[in-house]
């Protein structure tokens, strides 16, 4: 199978302050300060993520080596393993003629 991509997504990470040593918490608050000095469409731009297009030019070939209800793991081209989990979303309803228009997502 190929895996393609199309567009990233840049985002700045969640902290918990509360979970942070006490060493980080002045570079956090460093950081949060020198956010807020920048014009305000970059800080805006940079708090909603910055999505790039890709345009496929980054995509691999893999293998699945194992698939069951809950789990998939896949091999690349070096036979470097990733296991992915499936995510909840909607469930087909074989009723209404659905059942193939629902693709199941994976996460790392």
């Known amino acids: ?6 567009e990233g997504l840049i985002e700045i ?6 979970s942070l040593p006490e060493q980080l918490k002045g570079l956090l608050g460093q950081t949060a300060g020198a956010l807020q000095q920048l ?15 890709l345009s496929g030019s980054f995509q691999r070939l893999f293998m699945i080596s194992y698939l069951d209800e809950e789990i998939l793991i896949i091999r690349d081209a ?7 989990t499936r ?22």
């Open 1 to 6: 199978m190929k895996e393609e991509y199309v």
């Open 13 to 18: 990470p969640r902290i918990n302050e509360e």
């Open 39 to 53: 014009p305000s469409p970059i800080r805006d731009a940079v708090s909603e993520g910055l999505k790039l297009p």
């Open 78 to 84: 070096a036979g470097a393993p990733d296991v992915l």
């Open 87 to 108: 995510l909840e979303g909607p469930q087909p309803n074989p009723g209404d003629g659905t059942a193939d228009a629902v693709i199941s997502e994976y996460e790392s």
